[in-house]
């Protein structure tokens, strides 16, 4: 979904290294989460931000920290990554919805590899 | 809490096969459904959706119904492309306070000519 942009696409880095991954959207959705990917385990919710002064711990987010400039703007930072961090990350926004009933619009997704 | 349980894959198909991803969930309340489609090297985008039971979501010639007696939400299609070829992810969102998606594990397909 070009509406939802994700930097890099790409990364390769070591052990200890801090590394962000940012996430931009044009949707104009208050709504952001931060998503990892690991083969055979579908995704899983790291971190989501209702507005800009709401930000709420996800499933998975120990290891993580994340930062929401702007409405459009949620970016995910490793402060030490190790090796098990190595996943494809994604950024999803939605609108906001009592129900639960709008659809999350997801980014490319990142391809970390920690070595 | 809340979980989806999708059938695993991978699924080999023969083009023009009918094709049905199961897919079950346990929600506390009245979930809303979906169903994600992820292509190589692409992010999830939304398929089809239903917010009640009963509802039938459809999109390129696949079809859920949302069955609330069975807690269930299967995929299917009357005839398989090449191009359907691809991971599909049943999930839920039960709104509220989070209206976050819980995802199953995803079902790979692969269409062959």
């Known amino acids: 979904d070009a509406d939802v942009t994700q930097t890099p696409r790409n990364r390769i880095t070591k052990t200890g290294k801090r590394i962000m991954l940012e996430c931009s959207q044009t949707k104009g959705h208050d709504r952001m989460y931060w998503y990892r990917q690991d083969p055979g385990l579908g995704l899983r919710l790291i971190y989501y931000s209702f507005d800009v002064k709401d930000i709420n711990k996800g499933e998975i987010s120990d290891g993580y920290s994340v930062s929401r400039q702007a409405q459009a703007k949620f970016s995910l930072s490793l402060e030490s990554a190790i090796p098990n961090q190595t996943a494809l990350y994604f950024c999803a926004t939605s609108a906001a919805s009592v129900r639960g009933d709008q659809p999350q619009h997801f980014g490319d997704g990142t391809r970390l590899s920690i070595l | 809490g809340d979980s989806v349980t999708q059938m695993e894959g991978p699924v080999t198909l023969s083009e023009e096969a009918f094709l049905t991803i199961n897919c079950t969930y346990t929600?506390?309340?009245?979930?809303?459904l979906f169903w994600y489609v992820q292509y190589p090297g692409e992010g999830l985008q939304l398929l089809l959706k239903?917010?009640?039971?009963?509802d039938k979501g459809s999109n390129k010639g696949f079809e859920a119904t949302y069955r609330k007696e069975t807690t269930s939400f299967h995929l299917e299609k009357g005839s398989v492309q090449v191009s359907d070829s691809a991971v599909y992810f049943c999930?839920?969102?039960?709104?509220?306070?989070?209206?976050?998606?819980?995802f199953g594990k995803g079902t790979k397909l692969s269409v062959k000519p």
């Open positions: 999930a839920l969102s039960e709104g509220g306070s989070q209206g976050n998606l819980i």
């Open positions: 239903a917010t009640k039971a009963d």
């Open positions: 929600a506390t309340g009245y979930p809303s």
